[in-house]
């Protein structure tokens, strides 16, 4: 299972705030042939959700589940700037 830092999600809600005020948006990681894509949307039927501070800020559906199960979300600062940035699990506390 995908594992989201607390920082990850601090981002995540940074992001849900600064732009539409409904609180049902989450953000949702979807796989394409490019790869992985981050987009605004809503919580659908079947999705594995991730909160943070209360309110779900994250959303994947059940393939990308699959394809990030040994998988961290974490934060990095590249060119002061936080970035969302995937790592594996292991090897890490």
């Given at each position: 299972?995908?594992?989201?830092?607390?920082?990850a999600?601090?981002?995540?809600?940074?992001?849900?705030?600064?732009?539409?005020?409904?609180?049902?948006?989450?953000?949702?990681?979807?796989?394409t042939?490019?790869?992985?894509?981050l987009?605004?949307?809503?919580?659908?039927p079947?999705?594995?959700?991730?909160?943070?501070?209360?309110?779900?800020?994250?959303?994947?559906?059940?393939?990308?589940?699959?394809?990030?199960?040994?998988?961290?979300?974490?934060?990095?600062?590249?060119?002061?700037?936080?970035?969302?940035?995937?790592?594996d699990?292991?090897?890490?506390?």
């Open positions: 299972m995908l594992i989201v830092s607390y920082d999600g601090e981002l995540l809600e940074q992001i849900l705030s600064t732009g539409d005020d409904r609180d049902d948006m989450v953000i949702r990681v979807t796989s042939d490019a790869g992985l894509e987009t605004i949307g809503t919580v659908q079947g999705d594995e959700t991730f909160a943070h501070a209360e309110r779900t800020v994250l959303v994947i559906d059940a393939q990308t589940s699959e394809r990030l199960a040994n998988k961290k979300l974490n934060v990095e600062i590249i060119d002061d700037e936080p970035e969302l940035i995937l790592v699990q292991q090897g890490m506390d």
